[in-house]
């Protein structure tokens, strides 16, 4: 039984960074004794915060739901970390359920993730490991007051604030994104003026025929 | 770990390895038990067992010398001290002179002296004092007890009968109270076992024996038996023959404490003891069948109620468990809302109701898609009242905005207008507590924390942020999506923090009127065309 649904704090939203996604490794000749003959890669799904921090205290649990012919294709991680290594031959979308703590009363999150073994871009040889990782925020809006309290306990917010080799997802990034998005914002209010010129001058034209 | 390095750990050979195998693991192993052997070969014959495996564990990093006990017998006493004396002294034995007892006692027979001494343990030889009574006393206590009317006459009597009576220390009756439980606790099982011996026939005698009435003699003789063995019960009614009869155990007892309760009551009414001195021969009797019933059952018996239990238990265990899942799954329902209680469709029937309205609920929609198609006129209009009534909306926010900054309240309000002015207070006022809350953090604090109040009425619940992106129509978002292409921007922001998702907005509605200004100028173009 929940301990007695407490109120939520209105007009008020805690966001949470996390990363989610695979890599994988395509398997030489030394396979996991258990893989079926036809696996070739070895793969490992997970969420996790974007410094590999510990989000469990927030998150339950995380469930991956792998394609049918997986052998008990729900795989549910209780404890940290929430990864998942499995092998398999073929690409296909992973439905990740992200349940979190009693306290909070909230819903699942539920998203996809298309499983990525192979190399699309160029000069990505075969043999790389293939990763195919993806920032997101989880953005807890109007939490309860319990939940609120646990939130609080960590600055889970923070991001490593330079690129490096092991951390992709950092505050260097995001302003590199941000500059990127206000580059087009500059372009596209450019096209926007161009195109009130020619559309004034079409009007005046007009006006004189 | 290879089963070969396991062997090369543990020191032994592998004499059955195939050839194929042995090219690149063998070598090393083969090598350390070339070496090994001159070291493990001398100290062999000396060790046994586990050590030889714990000393096989170090490899090759033996000790050059093994230390060895050589005996397995314990070592000799090699102290000189002299043994101190003991001797065996008479002692006196508390209450009864008439017996003479020895004991051993550290020290000289000199030091001890001639006399023979008090035990050391004779202070636990604690006897109880009971009430005394004489026959007159016992007949006047037990006719006050019996009728309330005598009682004034009782305490007339009570003043020169206490100066009489010799009064029995109180704090010995405690005493004796709380030996009476210890001596139930210990014998609970036994007086079980012993009774179901003697019940049946005693229960059979009881009616006969009860009604025999208890004289002044026979309550005497069962005090001072009471007294001579300290309120052991088991052995007062072992020895209990009073005139040839004897009594049933319960009978004593209850006569005894109805006894002692009412020579108390007589002398102090108030008395603390009193409360203790109650004791119920129903419930004993009960509680004896009981015991007897609980230990008379056989194997089988106890066989099924174990299984019994251990199948309740699980039944509890299963309910609990589909409880918990069953809440987890309603949390997931969207009809009834969700961030309320579902503890009132935990039980069975809640949810056979919640199911009932949740097809209900289905019914009703459909028949809305099924039926009739719905009057075209009364969806434009219903959204022309949507309409009037947002710009309405607006426009009223407007005026009390106004009408709070001229700090006067217009005197007639319509009802709308007041319910608005109402839910923007409730508003601010959740702002300015989620503000509260908050008041302690800085603005980093904040930000590192993700904490943003927004004050702005959005559904709650969890989402993930990249998916708060706007997104349009179909044809609009393609075109939205080959603009970005063309800007070298992706569809979804790499990282869609707080800040990226709010300029990536930004940026698509600037899109959109991008968008659509190219259209109008298309049209224009189109008409210019045609007017050509």
């Known amino acids: 039984m929940p301990p007695g649904i407490s109120k939520r704090i209105k007009t008020l939203s805690v966001s949470r960074p996390i990363i989610y996604g695979n890599t994988a490794k395509k398997m030489g000749e030394i396979k996991p004794p258990n893989a079926p003959a036809e696996h070739t890669h070895l793969w490992t799904i997970f969420v996790r915060g974007p410094n590999n921090e510990d989000i469990s205290y927030y998150v339950k649990k995380v469930v991956f739901k792998l394609h049918d012919t997986y052998n008990n294709p729900t795989r549910i991680i209780e404890a940290p970390p929430f990864e998942l290594t499995e092998t398999g031959w073929g690409e296909f979308d992973i439905n990740v359920k992200i349940y979190f703590h009693d306290e909070a009363n909230e819903k699942n999150l539920n998203f996809y993730h298309r499983l990525r073994l192979h190399p699309y871009e160029a000069g990505q040889s075969k043999d790389d490991e293939i990763s195919s990782i993806f920032f997101d925020e989880v953005v807890f809006n109007e939490p309860n007051e319990s939940f609120f309290k646990i939130l609080m306990t960590k600055p889970g917010n923070l991001l490593p604030s330079n690129k490096s080799d092991k951390v992709i997802f950092s505050q260097q990034l995001e302003r590199e994104e941000l500059d990127r998005i206000n580059a087009g914002i500059l372009e596209v209010d450019k096209q926007i003026d161009e195109l009130k010129k020619s559309f004034n001058e079409k009007i005046t034209q007009k006006q004189e025929k | ?532």
């Open chain 2, 1 to 532: 770990m290879s089963s070969s390095d396991i062997f090369d750990v543990l020191n032994i050979k592998q004499k059955s390895k195939s050839p194929i195998h042995g090219s690149s693991p063998l070598p090393s192993a083969g090598s350390s038990t070339n070496l090994t052997p001159t070291g493990s070969r001398v100290s062999k014959p000396q060790v046994t067992g586990m050590q030889r495996e714990l000393y096989n564990l170090l490899g090759d990093n033996q000790p050059p010398v093994m230390v060895q006990p050589s005996s397995k017998f314990k070592e000799k006493l090699t102290s000189k001290a002299k043994p101190s004396p003991w001797t065996y002294a008479e002692f006196k034995p508390s209450g009864k002179n008439n017996i003479r007892l020895r004991h051993w006692v550290k020290g000289s027979k000199d030091l001890l002296g001639p006399e023979p001494q008090e035990s050391d343990f004779a202070k636990f030889s604690v006897r109880l004092s009971l009430p005394e009574f004489t026959e007159e006393e016992y007949e006047l206590f037990m006719k006050s007890g019996e009728t309330k009317n005598t009682e004034k006459e009782a305490n007339a009597n009570k003043l020169d009968l206490q100066d009489n009576a010799e009064k029995p220390p109180m704090s010995n009756v405690s005493e004796r109270e709380s030996n009476v439980e210890d001596e139930k606790e210990k014998n609970k099982e036994e007086s079980a076992v012993e009774e179901s011996g003697t019940e049946n026939g005693e229960v059979g005698n009881s009616g006969k024996v009860e009604a025999e009435e208890w004289t002044y003699e026979e309550v005497a003789y069962l005090f001072t038996l009471c007294r001579e063995y300290d309120l052991r019960w088991f052995v007062i009614d072992d020895r209990y023959l009073f005139d040839g009869k004897s009594r049933p155990l319960e009978d004593l007892k209850a006569k005894f404490y109805e006894v002692s309760k009412k020579y108390f009551k007589f002398k102090d009414n108030s008395d603390v003891k009193l409360e203790s001195l109650n004791f119920s021969k129903d419930k004993e009797l009960e509680r004896k069948k009981y015991l007897q019933r609980l230990l008379s059952r056989s194997a089988a018996e106890i066989a099924e109620e174990e299984a019994l239990i251990i199948e309740s238990r699980k039944f509890e265990m299963a309910a609990k468990k589909t409880l918990s899942e069953r809440e987890a799954l309603l949390r997931l329902l969207d009809s009834p809302i969700s961030t309320q209680n579902v503890s009132q469709y935990l039980s069975s029937q809640g949810i056979s109701q919640l199911y009932n309205n949740l097809l209900s609920d289905r019914t009703r929609k459909r028949k809305n898609d099924n039926g009739v198609p719905e009057n075209p006129w009364m969806k434009q209009q219903q959204h022309f009242a949507q309409q009037r009534q947002q710009l309405q909306q607006t426009q009223e926010r407007k005026n009390i905005e106004t009408h709070s900054q001229d700090g006067q309240a217009s005197p007639r309000k319509t009802k709308k207008q007041k319910q608005e002015l109402q839910t923007a207070m409730k508003r601010k006022s959740e702002a300015a507590y989620a503000e509260t809350l908050l008041k302690d953090f800085s603005a980093e604090e904040r930000k590192a924390l993700g904490v943003v109040t927004h004050g702005e009425k959005l559904s709650p619940g969890v989402y993930l942020r990249s998916t708060r992106i706007p997104t349009y129509k179909p044809a609009l978002q393609n075109r939205v999506v080959a603009t970005l292409h063309e800007l070298g921007l992706p569809v979804r922001p790499a990282m869609p923090s707080f800040e990226v998702v709010q300029r990536q907005e930004e940026l698509l509605k600037k899109i959109v009127t991008l968008l659509d200004m190219k259209k109008h100028i298309d049209k224009l173009e189109a008409e210019k065309s045609i007017t050509k």
